[in-house]
């Protein structure tokens, strides 16, 4: 049993068997990897900024609790970002109302210098534990987690980054220091759901779910954790819809990634139930 003010009762996509008045339905809707995929993939008609905005829009429209969150990797991989050095692909996250994103390895190809640069113009919420950026120039930008209240519940959102090391050139990071993402983690988790209070904690994870990703996985962070409900992950370029998996507690986590390139929108829908 989740302990707080709501109950979570399903983990599915298509709920059944609840009454709506005496539940509270949230939409949570994800990307990871989009790589400054502005237009549609080439040859695929999929994706683009365009379309995606429009299929955010519908289901806001539809749907009153909508969450939406990017897992890292939203730069490098197109012209627009080397032309632009980031500006569209932020501008188009802040256009889409991100809720929060995390950082990718790929959000330092430029160095912090001009990411921090980039951010003073476009500001979106950025959530990261396991990057020490105090003595850095994004200090500002980044967050180790955020709070969000929608429809009576309260929503604790902290993320986490993959090893710089090997992934970009090290006078990209410099200054940054690199934690073993899992202490903090489970520490910020546990904080936002015994101390704050919140009836769902999401963790947005640029790790990965492969062993030759990273070290820690997704799978890794999910099986250390007891208070961690949701982690949506980037990095690994899958495709994993909403799977289930057991917290160190033999309790579920749900653990979703949406390939690359903005092609798919991951939508996750959770009905949570008035505790009496």
Known sequence: MIKSRFLLVLFLVLSVGLQAQKTTKLVILHTNDTHSQVEPVSGKDKGGFARRLGVINKIRSEEKNVLLFDAGDFWQGTPYFNFF??????????????????LGNHEFDNGMDSLATVLKEVSVPIV????????????????????????????GVLGVGVNLRGLAFQ??????ILQNPIKPALETSAYLKDTLKCDLVICLSHLGVSDLDADPTDYDLAAASSKI????????????????????????????????????LGRIDLEFEKKK
Do not use: C, W
């Open 85 to 102: 050095g980031g500006r569209v692909e932020l501008n188009a996250l802040k256009m889409m109302d991100y809720d929060a994103v995390t």
């Open 128 to 155: 990261n534990v396991n990057y020490n950026v105090e003595n850095t120039p994004i200090k500002d930008f980044v967050k180790p987690y955020i709070v969000i209240k929608k429809g009576g519940l309260k929503i």
């Open 171 to 176: 006078k990209n990071y410099e200054r940054l």
């Open 229 to 264: 409900d949701v982690i949506i992950g980037g990095h690994s370029h899958k495709m994993i819809v909403n799977e289930t998996v057991k917290n160190a507690e033999g309790k579920p986590v749900i653990i979703a990634q949406m390939g690359k390139g903005g092609e798919n």
